[in-house]
């Protein structure tokens, strides 16, 4: 149950700040020990957290060869963290899943919200995907991926929260949207390379966490894909709306990062700094 009882009233109010668990991976081709592992660190940490956020890819990374099979497992993965997150009471965001489509060959790269009932509390297919033909870094998403379409919120307890994934992240029109729909924490789950991690990952998350008066919630990957060679930045973080980091994860190894986010200080953030308010179209 989410709130406080109030003994002079007999009443359930609101909880006003929600313990978040962020774990960082480096996942690899093989997708049961990965899961394996991520079990075995959440059964190890003691405690109650309201929620449990994992990156994008967190149970594969591997070839574009084997997405089909990967894709097979979105249905058993998903209910063994609904199970899990019933077992532990604690709502868990899995960052990103190969979810399969109709079409052949093409898949969602998927982000799940499984609340503490085990119940899915929200499913955003990421609409930004990943095309960059850098001469450090080369990946083309849509040639397997297809494109969401939707912009998506859940709910942590009583809390609205936005869901996106990774490069979503260079888009701030869809943050803004969230925003505008209510939302107090945006999770950004990614698998950003070491390169333009390096150079932009602090810096966005922080420019959406300050112009969203929003927490941001990011679990990252870590270590390289054992298939490209591709080196994941790390580095996870959880921000506060004005954004200073609350918690933060190295670049290189697997980590658990935990802050508590205080919704009083952040509803009064935007009371004192109405930015949301001041917004203005132009034309």
Request: hydrophobic content about 40%; some cysteine; glycine content about 6%.
């Amino acid at each position: 149950m989410t709130g406080i009882l109030n003994r002079k009233r007999n009443q359930l109010l609101p909880k006003t700040s929600l313990r978040i668990l962020c774990l960082q991976v480096n996942a690899g081709s093989n997708p049961q020990k990965n899961l394996d592992r991520v079990f075995g660190r959440l059964d190890r940490l003691r405690g109650r957290f309201d929620l449990i956020a994992l990156p994008e890819n967190f149970c594969w990374r591997g070839t574009s060869k084997d997405l089909s099979q990967i894709s097979e497992r979105f249905s058993s993965v998903l209910k063994r963290f609904q199970a899990y997150a019933r077992k532990r009471q604690s709502a868990i965001l899995l960052g990103s899943l190969i979810e399969p489509s109709a079409k052949k060959n093409k898949f969602w790269n998927t982000s799940v919200l499984i609340s503490p009932q085990g119940k899915i509390a929200a499913r955003y297919r990421k609409i930004h995907l990943f095309d960059i033909g850098m001469k450090q870094v080369q990946v083309q998403e849509s040639a397997h991926i297809l494109s969401g379409h939707s912009i998506v919120t859940g709910r942590v307890g009583k809390i609205k929260a936005g869901l996106t994934i990774c490069y979503d992240l260079r888009f701030p029109e869809l943050y803004r949207q969230l925003s505008l729909r209510g939302t107090k924490i945006i999770f950004v789950p990614s698998n950003f390379t070491y390169q333009t991690g390096k150079a932009h990952w602090e810096i966005l998350l922080k420019a959406r966490a300050i112009e969203n008066q929003v927490f941001i919630v990011a679990p990252a990957q870590a270590g390289k894909n054992p298939a490209s060679g591709i080196r994941s930045f790390g580095t996870s973080l959880i921000l506060d709306p004005w954004g200073n980091v609350l918690a933060r994860a190295g670049r290189s190894r697997e980590e658990s990062i935990f802050a508590s986010l205080d919704m009083k200080k952040l509803d009064q953030l935007r009371k004192t700094f109405p930015v949301l308010k001041h917004r203005r179209l132009l034309s």
